[in-house]
């Protein structure tokens, strides 16, 4: 099955951009659609952004968009969140997710990365 792993994650301040990057192993993501989930101490998990398998289509949460943008390199089995004008509210573990159902429920998961945005 295919492996996930998150890097990017970081302590910046509020207003400043982060690149979170999700690379997978054991299988090439070509044939699957890729997303970003996040979880804030004390909340539930929630949908951030996902992205078509060869990125014609992209889709965020209302939250976020505008200000967060999700990319992918099949060639480098490799899916980006690009993340700018962050903000307390965006404090949260990020997780990188693959092969999403129609009812948003991913197939594999990473492990997560720690994003925390100082006021």
């Known amino acids: 099955q295919v492996q996930l792993v998150e890097s990017g994650g970081g302590l910046v301040q509020t207003g400043a951009s982060l690149r979170l990057s999700c690379t997978a192993s054991?299988?090439?993501?070509?044939?699957?659609?890729m997303g970003w989930f996040r979880q804030a101490p004390g909340k539930e998990r929630e949908f951030v952004a996902a992205?078509?398998?060869?990125?014609?289509?992209?889709y965020y949460a209302d939250s976020v968009k505008g200000r967060f943008t999700i990319s992918r390199d099949n060639a480098k089995n490799t899916a980006y969140l690009q993340m700018n004008r962050l903000g307390p509210e965006d404090t949260a573990v990020y997780y990188c997710?693959?092969?999403?159902?129609?009812?948003?429920?991913?197939?594999?998961w990473g492990q997560g990365t720690q994003v925390t945005v100082s006021s």
């Open positions: 054991g299988r090439t993501i070509s044939s699957y659609n």
């Open positions: 997710a693959a092969d999403i159902s129609s009812l948003n429920k991913p197939k594999y």
């Open positions: 992205i078509s398998t060869i990125g014609y289509s992209t």
